[in-house]
């Protein structure tokens, strides 16, 4: 809202930016990260889901504080998917 002399213009709020995190950031820290993923998501190639997990994770902008938790929670809903 701006408020001159003679007038007073309304302009709509703009949208919120929504940052995603960007790929060269999402990269896992803890050496048994991927032994971990293999044990929850048995069958399924860890390295696959990785790339799926980041390319998901960048599409809905989803901001990553820990990648290693974030990662195997992921596994676990595809590990999920294939016991059902």
């Known amino acids: 809202m701006e408020i001159d002399p003679d007038n007073v213009t309304f302009r709509p709020k703009s ?3 929504v940052v995603a995190t960007p790929l060269q950031y999402l990269r896992l820290q803890q050496a048994g990260t991927h032994d971990e ?3 929850i998501a048995s069958g399924w190639d860890v390295y696959a889901l990785e790339q799926e997990w980041r390319m998901w994770v960048h599409d809905k902008a989803i901001e990553v504080k820990d990648p290693d938790k974030h990662f195997l929670a992921f596994c676990k ?3 999920a998917l294939q016991d059902s």
């Open 15 to 17: 949208e919120e930016a």
């Open 37 to 39: 993923a293999r044990r």
């Open 77 to 79: 809903k595809r590990g």
